[in-house]
């Protein structure tokens, strides 16, 4: 214990983190404790499974608790009142917005919001190269670590408070999607989640739908994709004396490399041809976009098809594995353009793209550019006729919509009209800015 006269009591209820139970074949318990000193990581031995059925709880040789299994395991539940908030009846009308006339300094605005602009200022307060096993580091799709010489782990976390307000179901979804298209980008198999539900209190009917909302949420992901949660945490009662946060649920995946030659960055060169893969609909719902002028809380949110989601990730992780594609970028917060945007200057390269060769169902360009659908990669590739081939194989929604330039100039084009063109200076500047505002320069 860190406290020294801690009672039984006190540290049986103690919540101290970054805590974490192990049972160990007796066989491999010299082996484990070779790894955990190995890297000064503290442990010590505290019990054994025996052949009864209770846990018993022991304190300087006196049992304090004994207290049958079957009783925890099946505990009886609490069934907690649930309704559907009134606010979601009224966040589905239509937003009605007004027709842009620049699209280039919107897109500027959103590529210094804190929710999409580089974050490296953060990244640098911490050590995120500890043992030098970093090879993709934080900011990019996914981060990647070495494990040993040709196996490696990709992490990432997402959240959108914002969509699962108006949504809880299709928010969660959309989290647990996201997450998984980003570790997949890298070259990674997902192979697990975690997640961290953060509500207001449960005793309130309302947010208690919320909840249960974003649990069917990963229920249905999960059962899908068969890739199963490994660990999590709830927190309820994150209240202000005027109202609750908003459904916050932030989901966690990690991917497995298999092979060092599939790790896969996301920086475009020049001759890439560029795909995407899926299709971008009329849901504005919650989108950085409409949050930038003042529509967030209305709107329909991005909503998941697990089997197209499936079918694109699965296809995209393919092409990498095969060596057919020289980047993976997922298309989330700030739409397509965004992405885009962050491709060019990632590269620090010029993009020229025909807008009007993107799958999508919208009315006006801006909702084209920042639509925030799921499902949906841009790949880069030098094989594009190969490229196209097993994507029409394979019935998938795509386009070839543009290829990578030397000219430094982002060109989004609808057929010969332009929509945006701004030099990579003026894209790394807006979208550098939040170092430059916590640097006080």
């Not at 609750?244 to 599939?262: A, E, F, M, N, Q």
């Not at 945007?341 to 793209?353: F, H």
Request: hydrophobic share 35%; net charge neutral.
């Amino acid at each position: 214990t860190k406290v020294a006269d801690m009672s039984p009591n006190e540290i049986m209820i103690s919540e101290s983190q970054e805590r974490m139970v192990y049972i160990i074949n007796r066989k491999k318990l010299s082996r484990f404790k070779e790894i955990f000193n190995k890297y000064g990581i503290t442990y010590s031995i505290i019990g054994k499974v025996h052949g009864h059925d209770n846990l018993n709880i022991l304190f300087q040789g006196k049992s304090i608790a004994n207290i049958s299994c079957d009783l925890m395991v099946n505990a009886p539940l609490c069934y907690r009142k649930s309704k559907k908030p009134g606010y979601l009846n009224r966040t589905k009308k239509g937003i009605e917005l007004h027709k842009v006339k620049d699209y280039n300094s919107i897109l500027l605005d959103l590529l210094s919001n804190p929710n999409i602009g580089n974050k490296d200022w953060v990244f640098q307060q911490y050590d995120h190269e500890v043992g030098l096993r970093t090879v993709i580091k934080p900011g990019a799709n996914a981060s990647v670590i070495r494990v040993n010489d040709n196996k490696f782990v990709s992490i990432k976390l997402d959240g959108n408070s914002k969509h699962c307000y108006l949504d809880p179901y299709f928010g969660t979804l959309g989290c647990l999607s996201e997450a998984c298209r980003n570790v997949v980008c890298t070259g990674a198999e997902p192979i697990g989640i975690i997640d961290h539900l953060q509500f207001g209190s449960p005793e309130n009917p309302q947010i208690y739908w919320t909840f249960r909302k974003s649990i069917e949420a990963i229920i249905d992901f999960c059962n899908y994709t068969k890739v199963p949660v490994v660990g999590g945490k709830v927190s309820f009662y994150n209240e202000t004396m005027s109202s609750p946060i908003k459904p916050s649920p932030v989901i966690g995946t990690i991917g497995l490399i298999k092979d060092r030659s599939h790790i896969t960055k996301c920086v475009p060169t020049f001759g890439d041809t560029l795909f995407i893969l899926g299709k971008t609909y009329e849901e504005l719902g919650g989108t950085e976009y409409t949050d930038s002028i003042g529509h967030s809380k209305y709107g329909n949110v991005p909503e998941v098809d697990l089997q197209i989601d499936r079918k694109n990730s699965s296809l995209v992780l393919s092409l990498i594995q095969e060596g057919l594609i020289d980047f993976a970028h997922d298309c989330s917060k700030g739409g397509i353009g965004a992405a885009l945007a962050e491709l060019a200057i990632s590269g620090n390269v010029g993009i020229d793209i025909d807008l009007k060769k993107i799958p999508n169902n919208c009315s006006r360009h801006d909702y084209l550019l920042f639509s925030e659908s799921h499902s949906r990669f841009i790949i880069g590739s030098k094989q594009p006729d190969m490229i196209k081939k097993i994507l029409r194989s394979n019935r998938c929604i795509f386009s070839e919509i543009g290829e990578v330039e030397t000219t430094k100039i982002l060109n989004l084009h609808y057929s010969r009209k332009e929509i945006i063109n701004l030099p990579i200076y003026d894209l790394a500047c807006s979208y550098n800015s939040i170092n430059d505002i916590m640097d006080g320069t």
